[in-house]
T-cell receptor
């Protein structure tokens, strides 16, 4: 049973055309994360929400924004995608922000920018 | 943050145990060692984690040295489906327990 669901699995957008990726969870977890993974690289944390508290990583470009309207859903908005933003985007959740809490990942959305 | 060092790749024969090493010599006393794996084109999957004691679950065993400066993930009977990138991660209070991925070890299980 999928617990962290990302839609769509594949997304194609045009250079400069805003795009939104979505993530939903059935775990009722407080924390939701967005990672970016470029080809042959490790996932890189972009930002996370603790409940409604947004936490941006220092090196996340302003082009990336996020929304969390409720506990279950979180969105990643890319305002003006560039070719360098083509990547797999991974959503993850955890119950708390503690050292012994597991993260649960979705299957990711593969974004292509034409 | 405690950094981790893993070999970039290793091969393993199907049906044999796979022993994946990880060095984390700067780990501090309250930091956990986590292992995740990522099969191609999928999201990372939790395997196991531990603090001081050895741990075992249905997927793997985690052996942590007494000084906690290194650990080994053991896949007891590797199958072709275990082919993946394996990440050893130390979670630290200093960075709010974020899961920060290093380069990992690419494990290829061969028939």
């Amino acid at each position: 049973d999928a617990m962290v669901i990302q839609n769509p699995r594949y997304q194609v957008t045009q250079f400069g055309k805003p795009v939104t990726l979505s993530c939903s969870q059935t775990l009722n977890h407080n924390v939701m994360y967005w990672y970016q993974q470029k080809s042959s690289q490790a996932p890189k944390l972009l930002f996370h929400y603790y409940d409604k508290d947004f936490n941006n990583e220092a090196d996340t470009p302003d082009n990336f924004q996020s929304r969390r309207p409720n506990t279950s859903f979180c969105f990643l908005d890319i305002r003006s995608p560039g070719l360098g933003d083509a990547a797999m985007y991974l959503c993850a959740t955890s119950g708390q922000q503690l050292e012994n809490e597991k993260l649960f990942f979705g299957s990711g959305t593969q974004l292509s920018v034409l | 943050d405690a950094k981790t060092t893993q070999p970039p790749s290793m091969d393993c024969a199907e049906g044999r145990a796979a022993n994946l090493p990880c060095n984390h010599s700067t780990i501090s006393g309250n930091e956990y060692v986590y292992w995740y794996r990522q099969i191609h084109s999928q999201g990372p999957q939790y395997i196991i984690h531990g603090l001081k004691n050895n741990e075992t679950n249905e997927m793997a065993s985690l052996i942590i040295t007494e000084d906690r400066k290194s650990s080994t993930l053991i896949l007891p009977h590797a199958t072709l489906r275990d082919t993946a990138v394996y990440y050893c991660i130390v979670r630290s209070r200093s960075n709010d327990y974020k899961l920060s991925f290093g380069a990992g070890t690419t494990v290829t299980v061969r028939a």
